[in-house]
């Protein structure tokens, strides 16, 4: 018998043998530290999920015009382009843990602002910080997965983290649609806003348990890092910007057409992103499995397409019932996020694998920063113009990827 084939059937033999608790852990890649940075993931996402998809009504609430809605989101972009790259420096340079530490209590800072904000410019204030976990702590995730998992388990590990962060997202909009329904827009947010610093205050003490060792020191600065990139990660960072552009120009505006121009109530639209939460966690593990088997571009090209159809569906509906579908089609999104992921960890260099993560969310974030903006000014032409337009560039950005990553370097 080939000697690869002997090695194939011994390890499916001891697979077979491992209790069925270790043989769950090790089909979803339930590493240690993998495990323990999800579950920061989950806690802190179901707290942020309460009042996060309801900031735009928040905002408008004390006082802001829809431009104004827009430059907070193009703010987010913006932070979130600001703080990639310091967030891997933090994580390569003082260690995940620390680095967790760090980024927690400062977005509990936030958290605070937020709570007791009587204005719309304060709630600009307590984004910078609320984006330091949401954006910096982003590299340090991906680098926890790449040092704890080889290779051919990573769209896995990155299956999980994100299953992880997208179960809150069924059932916390709900539950802060609901608050919101029975409390007032304002009383509803704060309520939700206590329930995710107690979150936070838990994920601390969770995450003095993870144990990755600090990576070796590296003096490469910003111009050594994009010099070692491969040539297949910029195309896909080419792609990706645009398709981002695509999500970015309309992602503050959803909640405003579902709620005053098709004239669902706020709890709908809770029920909606619900709808589209759970379409991604039930595709989520078929898909990562296979990604790691078969190859990650295919499922890249669905979820770009899908980018592309969104904002279109979104127009289009006629009653609540297309619109469940637009949110389905907003969950298939997702069906490709952990190989994407995992192609930028496979082609990034261990050494700096964090500041690399950080580096190529830098330039895409800062890439698409303008798009929520022009989304907001489109919207006075008439609200669908930002949506139809959108939609146009996310099938952009799908050709762009078909044409420029091969499938070998995806795979």
């Known amino acids: 018998m080939d000697q690869g084939l002997k090695s194939s059937v011994a390890a499916q033999a001891s697979t077979d043998q491992m209790p069925l608790r270790q043989r769950v852990a090790d089909y979803l890649s339930l590493e240690h530290n993998v495990t323990i940075a999800s579950a920061a993931v989950f806690l802190i996402g179901f707290g942020e999920e309460l009042w996060k998809k309801f900031l735009p009504k928040y905002l408008e609430a004390l006082g802001a015009t829809t431009p104004i809605i827009g430059l907070f989101g193009t703010a987010e972009h913006f932070f979130d382009a600001c703080y990639q790259y310091p967030g891997g420096f933090v994580a390569d340079r003082f260690g ?10 400062v977005a509990s800072l936030g958290y605070i602002v937020y709570l007791f904000s009587t204005s719309w410019p304060l709630l600009f204030v307590g984004l910078g910080l609320v984006m330091v976990w949401q954006s910096m702590a982003s590299p340090a995730i991906f680098a926890v997965i790449g040092d704890s998992l080889p290779r051919e388990r990573r769209a896995m590990g990155f299956t999980l983290q994100s299953i992880l962060k997208r179960v809150p997202i069924v059932i916390a909009p709900i539950v802060g649609g609901t608050l919101i329904a029975s409390m007032g827009l304002v009383d509803g947010m704060h309520v939700g806003l206590m329930i995710t610093l107690a979150f936070a205050a838990v994920t601390l003490v969770l995450a003095f348990k993870i144990r990755v060792p600090t990576p070796q020191p590296h003096s490469t600065n910003m111009g050594g890092v994009w010099r070692s990139f491969d040539r297949v ?15 970015g120009m309309t992602g503050v505006l959803a909640i405003l057409y579902v709620t005053n121009v098709h004239g669902v109530s706020v709890a709908a639209f809770g029920t909606l992103i619900a709808v589209q939460m759970i379409t991604s966690i039930l595709v989520y593990i078929p898909a990562g499995r296979i990604a790691d088997r078969i190859g990650r571009k295919p499922f890249v090209v669905l979820t770009f397409f899908c980018f592309a159809l969104f904002p279109v569906a979104i127009i289009v509906a ?12 907003a969950g298939l999104r997702e069906i490709g996020e ?6 930028i960890v496979d082609l990034a260099r261990d050494n700096i694998r964090a500041r690399s993560v950080g580096l190529y969310y830098l330039v895409r974030s800062l890439s698409i920063t303008p798009a929520a903006a022009i989304g907001g000014l489109l919207w006075k032409i008439a609200p669908q113009v930002p949506f139809a337009t959108a939609g146009l560039i996310g099938l952009i950005g799908t050709v762009v990827f078909i044409m420029t990553v091969e499938e070998r370097y995806a795979s």
Request: proline letters at 2%; glycine letters at 0%; one cysteine or more.
């Open 96 to 105: 995940r843990r620390r680095a967790f530490l760090i980024f927690i209590t």
């Open 233 to 247: 990660l910029k195309r896909l960072l080419i792609s990706d910007i645009i398709i981002r552009t695509c999500e």
């Open 318 to 329: 006629s009653n609540f019932a297309w619109l469940i579908v637009a949110y389905v089609i």
């Open 338 to 343: 952990p190989s994407r992921k995992a192609m």
